[in-house]
T-cell receptor
Framework: DAGVTQSPTHLIKTRGQQVTLRCSPK?????VSWYQQALGQGPQFIFQ???????QRGNFPDRFSGHQFPNYSSELNVNALLLGDSALYLC???????????FGQGTRLTVV | GQQVMQIPQYQHVQEGEDFTTYCNSS?????IQWYKQRPGGHPVFLIQ?????EVKKQKRLTFQFGEAKKNSSLHITATQTTDVGTYFC??????????FGKGTKLSVKP
């Protein structure tokens, strides 16, 4: 049983560019959340998707957007990248009705 | 906004010593979750506490939830080098938007 998988593992982008990160949830999980983790900090909640809709959103600008597909996989899009967007982006999935999160290995985004 | 404070930020112990990290919130928590993140890795769910005064054990790890549901602790007995990593508590909320503390980074000297 595969866990949460994310792609790519690492990414280098230039300021102003756009990026798309992908996530496949753990089998049987229908809820996907995205987190941003800066170096030395705890993960910060970006948003959560359930039934293909954004159910909750953290304190992130509109440059951060997402999508969930019918097979529960999800994408995180970030437009107009800033240097401060450099971080580890974590996807987490949860089974329906439960709050504990199962994280993928993350995508390390570097903006130069 | 809702914040979860965690202390200490760092802890260095000799292998075999005990370790405790504390988590505090200014508001009542619906549930508290604990995660471990190894260096270069991703957070791994350890446990969820829901009830006031709840105590749960996992081998050498003991988790407690305060009576007022505003604080929690993780205690590791007789640390091993495999315990190295950062331990995070998180406010589990009602719909799973986890609010993480800044974590306690544990290093263990063999």
């Amino acid at each position: 049983d595969a866990g949460v998988t994310q792609s790519p593992t690492h990414l280098i982008k230039t300021r102003g560019q756009q990026v798309t990160l992908r996530c496949s949830p753990k089998s049987g999980h229908d809820t996907v959340s995205w987190y941003q983790q800066a170096l030395g900090q705890g993960p910060q909640f970006i948003f959560q998707y359930y039934e293909e809709e954004e159910r909750q959103r953290g304190n992130f600008p509109d440059r951060f957007s997402g999508h969930q597909f019918p097979n529960y996989s999800s994408e995180l899009n970030v437009n107009a990248l800033l240097l401060g967007d450099s971080a580890l982006y974590l996807c987490a999935s949860s089974p329906g009705g439960r709050t504990e999160a199962f994280f993928g290995q993350g995508t390390r985004l570097t903006v130069v | 906004g809702q914040q979860v404070m965690q202390i200490p930020q760092y802890q260095h112990v000799q292998e075999g010593e005990d370790f405790t990290t504390y988590c505090n919130s200014s508001t009542t928590l619906s549930n508290i979750q604990w995660y471990k993140q190894r260096p270069g890795g991703h957070p791994v769910f350890l446990i969820q506490l829901v009830k006031s005064g709840e105590v749960k054990k996992q081998k050498r790890l003991t988790f407690q939830f305060g009576e007022a549901k505003k604080n929690s602790s993780l205690h590791i007995t007789a640390t091993q080098t495999t315990d190295v990593g950062t331990y995070f508590c998180a406010d589990g909320g009602s719909q799973g938007n986890l609010i993480f503390g800044k974590g306690t980074k544990l290093s263990v000297k063999p």
